[in-house]
């Protein structure tokens, strides 16, 4: 959890580096009044990889996934749940009657 | 619904509960979550939390729930002082709550004065004609009285009313199997498939009543839920694998010399029956035989 914050903070300061170097590369081409046709090389890297890196981070740090398989164990139901708006209170059980030392206070 | 990891987690909690090591507010909280009936270890456990003021104090408002689980449990094990106890705990905290006097009309129940319960509940349905739990209460109060036709005529009702009850549905259905009444259960199930379809045990069981009522047209059916089960659980469930086997032989039996081959899916009882031997063999190796015999008089293995 902790890895994956790290990771997503390091992409977001790689990607607005991208950025920052992107505007330097622009004023140096007003000054030498050449056409942009596009960033220069490094930046596309420095952009793949803090993309990469935000991506990790976004799928890690939020939690785990859940299942979407219908037989893995989260998902396979193995009992119901009892029906306790009809339970009735006559059943056998009356005829074990439990230690009834537990009082209440 | 309890799936799978949820019951480990219970079964863990309750050993740790019972063998000292605390988190007894969880392991009540989740019985309370699932609907589970564990009543003795939840009036145990409970106890114990309810008679230390200061962990009782912890709990802040879920106090009164714990009260009022502990009341049922309580009622569950005949154990009719500690409810009423609790009980009046409730009723001097909450006058006038509905919910405190349906506690007091399941005590009435549990005591088995069935007509001062049954009167409770009629005052309590004055205000409110149209309470589903009271309602319901009604229905399990003709039940525990032996009356199970009215109690169906009742739960029809009910259903009249309240068609999205799955868990009313559920009731009819097995009210309607232990009198052996298949086709109406039958049609019970199909309603409970038809709300959730995703769970298997209604397969299953929709299966299991219509292997049942038998016939050729049923038993083929019976095998297609049989499978449908398997699917769902992604064959884990040995008793729907049995059913594709014991189907297999039946619509076989039936059909003996009428029929040339026309299965769809001639490989289905015999994958049944290999997933059926891996299971034996990896968690009950000693029970190997009884199962190669079984499945030999099925002349599902050779």
Known sequence: MAVGFAVGVLGVLILSHAAYSTIQYRTLLKITEEEFSGPPINVVFELLLGLVLCMWAALAVPGKFQSIQLDSDENRVVSLPSNLDFMIFNHRGKAFPLECTLKSK | MVSKTEE???????????????????????????????????????????????????????????????????????????????????????????????????????????????????????????????????????????????????????????????????????????????KQAAFCYEELILSQPMIPLYHLAYADVLYTLGGLENLQTAKKYYASTIDLTGGKNNRALFGVCLCTFAVAQLTKGRYKEDKESPELQSLAAAALEKDYKLRAPSKLSLLGSTLRSLKLSS
């Open chain 2, 8 to 182: 480990a987690e219970v079964n863990r909690l309750e050993s740790q509960a019972d063998n000292g090591g605390g988190g007894e507010w969880e392991y009540l909280s989740l019985v309370r979550k699932l609907k589970l009936r564990r009543p003795d270890k939840v009036l145990k456990h409970g106890l114990t939390i309810l008679n230390d003021p200061k962990k009782r104090s912890s709990l802040g408002h879920d106090e009164w729930t714990l009260y009022e689980q502990v009341a049922i449990a309580a009622m569950d094990c005949h154990c009719l002082d500690v409810a009423q106890d609790c009980i009046k705990v409730l009723q001097k905290k909450f006058p006038e709550s509905k919910r405190v006097g349906r506690l007091e009309a399941m005590l009435l129940e549990a005591k088995g004065s069935w007509a001062e319960a049954e009167k409770a509940y009629l005052s309590l349905l004055e205000d409110n004609p149209l309470d589903q739990v009271i309602l319901k209460r009604r229905v399990a109060l003709t039940k525990a009285q032996g009356d199970i036709s009215g109690a169906i005529q009742r739960l029809s009702e009910y259903l009249e009313v309240f068609m999205a009850d799955h868990e009313a549905w559920r009731e009819l259905a097995e009210i309607y199997v232990s009198l052996q009444m298949y």
